[in-house]
């Protein structure tokens, strides 16, 4: 029988071994490789090698689970299990030599698919600041060894939140549509440019909340976990699950506030 714990143990270890490949690529300075949707979405060599690292030692270590990577696709596995890789998310700030990317890896269990899976483990690790985040199902969210809660007596007016823009013009358009009704109402913004680091955040208590549409599940698969055992929730609009239409995490108040903004 496969653990939780034991789940969570090899994510954190996996994590740390890659964040060191993407920070020590980052030191010998990084090349665009691509573009890939448009000319703002870039994949460096490190993406794909920190993606190769990981999944050659899922490979090794739980050769029967499935796999969903950023750059290198899908694999089914018998086990039920899959694991959710994004290598570096945060790209663009990473080429840019800006330390605010990650290693984000999450163990779903069910259909590999947000709406359906049943998140197990979320580990999100930024190597720059050395912050492993993590999260078993039922156990609670950690920064290390401390225990994280989402901050629970912010409304609307009083709420800084976090949010980011698709790679895609026409999204970006929309997008900016809604932060044009959000932001008059809000503290301020951030657009910190890793969205597991910003989902991260909303479960340390530094930021009030998140919303961003246009996600791919491996943006979100480790850091909605992360919110909602610190407390927090996260989803899309009317009970929809997260996904690519939306995702809204904060605190339960907060995230009824904004789904009405958001919903219009
Ligand atoms: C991106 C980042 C960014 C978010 C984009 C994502 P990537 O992921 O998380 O903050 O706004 O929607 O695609 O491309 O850096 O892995
Ligand atoms: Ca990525």
Same mark, same amino acid.
């Given at each position: ?31 665009i ?10 994949v ?18 739980r ?62 690790h ?10 078993? #199902?039922?156990? $609670? ?14 409304? *609307? =007016? %009083? /709420? @800084? ?10 999204r ?25 680091l910003?989902?991260?955040? #909303?479960?340390? $208590? ?14 979100? *698969? =480790? %850091? /909605? @976990?992360l ?20 995702l809204?995490?904060?605190?339960p ?12």
């Open positions: 029988m496969t653990t939780n714990a034991a789940l969570r143990d090899l994510a954190i270890d996996i994590a740390t071994e890659a964040g060191e490949l993407a920070q020590r690529r980052r030191s010998e300075g990084v090349a490789t691509a573009t890939k949707t448009a000319l703002a979405d870039i460096t060599e490190a993406d794909r090698e920190v993606e190769d690292l990981i999944r050659t030692r899922l490979a090794a270590e050769p029967d689970d499935g796999f969903l990577g950023e750059e290198s696709g899908a694999a089914g596995g018998a086990s039920g299990f899959t694991w959710v890789i994004d290598p570096i998310d945060g790209t663009v700030n990473y080429a840019y030599g800006i330390p605010a990317f990650a290693v984000s890896i999450a163990v779903v269990e069910g259909t590999p698919d947000p709406a359906q899976w049943r998140a197990r483990v979320g580990v999100v930024n190597p720059m600041t050395r912050e492993m985040f993590h999260a078993v #199902v039922g156990e $609670g969210a950690y920064l290390g060894s401390r225990r994280l809660t989402v901050n629970t007596t912010v409304d *609307a =007016a %009083g /709420a @800084l939140v976090g949010t980011g823009f698709g790679y895609e013009a026409q970006r358009v929309e997008q900016f549509e809604v932060l044009s009704r959000v932001l008059p109402i809000v503290r301020d913004i951030r657009r910190l440019g890793a969205a597991s910003d989902l991260a955040s #909303v479960a340390a $208590g530094r930021l009030d909340a998140y919303y961003e549409r246009g996600l791919w599940p491996w943006d979100h *698969a =480790a %850091g /909605a @976990l919110v909602t055992e610190a407390g927090g929730r996260c989803g899309g609009i009317d009970g929809a699950a997260a996904g690519r239409d939306l809204i995490a904060a605190a108040e907060l995230y009824a506030q904004l789904e009405a903004i958001l919903s219009r």
